[in-house]
């Protein structure tokens, strides 16, 4: 499991930004894409480039052109915010949207959104979602990319919990993560703790319901929480 951590200061301090209650959606949305930038630069860190050659004004010299070609999967609607600066850093990428929701009592990604050709038209994918919580969505969406014959696939999120993180790398272990923080937990409805809240919800202004604040969960859905709790202990 590769699991990478940024200890760049600006992303800590954006980050300790992005989760403050009173930051509003003009703000929050500004601060997912200067995250998006900066962890977009970390995770491309080691894509292959082939060499070319380039005529300067002076002479001819050896130099660098990126090799894979390279797939952004935003996962929607949250990781919308992340596509524009990764396609200031890659304006070359091509744009795969995957919409997915999760069920609030299940926890259980749904699928609405999928226009994926019949074969992979990139080699690498970066899948683009703020929020790694339960790692439901993002193990779906790799499951997705897998079958569509994606070579190598990345998950970047700006917050993972310990239990989405565990889930992912059980069912997809050559999949690197890289993200801003790792919380402490899943609260039992589902939500990362401290976390930031709901992201989409904070990216967009849509406040219509509670399921992100306090209160109490669904016996349903505090199971399905508890059950993943039990696996990360019994695999730490
Ligand atoms: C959020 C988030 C992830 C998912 C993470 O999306 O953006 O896609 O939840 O949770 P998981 O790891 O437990 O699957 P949500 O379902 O709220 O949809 P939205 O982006 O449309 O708000
Ligand atoms: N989705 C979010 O937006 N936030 C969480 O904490 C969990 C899922």
Redesign the pocket.
């Given at each position: 499991m590769a699991v990478h951590v940024s200890s760049h200061p600006l992303v800590a301090h954006k980050l300790a930004l992005l989760r403050d209650k009173a930051t509003a959606p003009k703000q929050f949305r500004e601060l997912v894409r200067e995250l998006s930038w900066l962890l977009g630069y970390e995770a491309m860190a080691d894509l292959e480039t082939r060499q070319i050659t380039v005529e300067t004004p002076l002479e001819e010299m050896p130099a660098a052109e990126l090799e894979p070609r390279v797939g952004l999967i935003p996962?929607?609607?949250?990781?919308l915010g992340m596509v524009d600066a990764m396609l200031e850093l890659m304006p070359t990428a091509q744009v795969w949207h995957i919409g997915?929701?999760?069920d609030e009592r299940t926890?259980k990604?749904v699928e609405y959104y999928n226009k994926l050709p019949d074969a992979a038209t990139v080699q690498v994918c970066l899948i683009l979602?703020?929020?790694?919580?339960?790692?439901?969505?993002?193990s779906a969406t790799v499951d997705i990319l897998k079958a569509w014959g994606a070579a190598r696939i990345k998950q970047v999120s700006l917050i993972a919990a310990p239990e989405?993180i565990a889930t992912l790398s059980a069912a997809h272990p050559e999949v690197e993560i890289h993200v801003a923080a790792v919380d402490r937990e899943l609260n039992e409805r589902?939500y990362i703790v401290p976390g930031l809240g709901?992201?989409?919800?904070r990216q967009f202004g849509t406040f219509a319901g509670p399921s992100s604040e306090p209160g109490h969960a669904s016996d349903e859905t505090a199971e399905v929480v508890r059950r993943l709790q039990r696996n990360l202990s019994a695999n730490r």
């Amino acid at each position: 499991m590769a699991v990478h951590v940024s200890s760049h200061p600006l992303v800590a301090h954006k980050l300790a930004l992005l989760r403050d209650k009173a930051t509003a959606p003009k703000q929050f949305r500004e601060l997912v894409r200067e995250l998006s930038w900066l962890l977009g630069y970390e995770a491309m860190a080691d894509l292959e480039t082939r060499q070319i050659t380039v005529e300067t004004p002076l002479e001819e010299m050896p130099a660098a052109e990126l090799e894979p070609r390279v797939g952004l999967i935003p996962v929607l609607r949250a990781g919308l915010g992340m596509v524009d600066a990764m396609l200031e850093l890659m304006p070359t990428a091509q744009v795969w949207h995957i919409g997915l929701y999760r069920d609030e009592r299940t926890l259980k990604p749904v699928e609405y959104y999928n226009k994926l050709p019949d074969a992979a038209t990139v080699q690498v994918c970066l899948i683009l979602d703020p929020m790694l919580a339960t790692g439901g969505s993002s193990s779906a969406t790799v499951d997705i990319l897998k079958a569509w014959g994606a070579a190598r696939i990345k998950q970047v999120s700006l917050i993972a919990a310990p239990e989405g993180i565990a889930t992912l790398s059980a069912a997809h272990p050559e999949v690197e993560i890289h993200v801003a923080a790792v919380d402490r937990e899943l609260n039992e409805r589902g939500y990362i703790v401290p976390g930031l809240g709901d992201a989409g919800d904070r990216q967009f202004g849509t406040f219509a319901g509670p399921s992100s604040e306090p209160g109490h969960a669904s016996d349903e859905t505090a199971e399905v929480v508890r059950r993943l709790q039990r696996n990360l202990s019994a695999n730490r």
